[in-house]
Every structure is written in C-alpha cells, then in structure tokens.
Nanobody, 118 residues
C-alpha cells in the first residue's frame, strides 16, 4: 500500500492541526494504521494506532487525551486530530501501515512537518 501524508504546518502552542494520510494500491481495510513522529536529533517514536476495523485505538502516553486517530475505510483515509499542541510535539509526522495481525509496519508515507511555536 502506498501512503501520502499531509496537513502539517506551523501552529501556536495550544492550537490544533489535523493530519491526513491517503492510501492507495491495496485493500485499505485489511491494514492497521499508525502515526509516528521524529523530532530533530531524536529517534522516531510511535504516536497512535488504529486497527483495521477502526474499533480499537491506542495512544502513546505523551499524546493521550490530546490526539485522536480515526479512519474512513470508504475513502482510504486515516486522520490524526491534534489538539492542545505543545512545542514538544514539533516533529516530522509519518503514517504507516501493517497488515492486520502483523507486528511490524511495512509501508510508510513521506512525512509531514508539524511545528509548534509562538
């Protein structure tokens, strides 16, 4: 599956952004989807995941209660709604896909920059 992330930008602390990830090439509903991020000088970290049906979601502690992952299987889209953004959320955000039931993400989008700054 091919992935294309979009929606990043510059936002002030406390603001919101919604990232989107468009999938193509395979049956999207067969895939669990995740969002990851990588800040300058740091390793990539997992942010959130949503399972193939959309029924289950999980979040990193650092974003729990502020970020919401969702998906629209009819449109082959996955979203990351980010609220109450903090400067430490600044990073390149990547969407990723793995076949349902597998442990590793094998398809990655190109990344979209999110900068939280006043």
């Amino acid at each position: 599956v091919q992935l294309q992330a979009s929606g990043g930008g510059l936002v002030q602390p406390g603001g919101s952004l919604r990232l989107s990830c468009a999938a193509s090439g395979r049956t999207f509903s067969n895939y669990d989807m995740g969002w990851f991020r990588q800040a300058p000088g740091k390793e990539r970290e997992w942010v959130a995941s949503i399972y193939w049906s959309g029924a289950n979601t999980i979040y990193a502690d650092s974003v729990k209660g502020r970020f919401t992952i969702s998906r629209d299987n009819a449109k082959n889209l996955v979203y990351l709604q980010m609220n109450v953004l903090k400067p430490e959320d600044t990073a390149v955000y990547y969407c990723a896909a793995r076949l349902g039931g597998r442990s590793q993400y094998t398809s990655w989008g190109q990344g979209t920059q999110v900068t939280v700054s006043s």
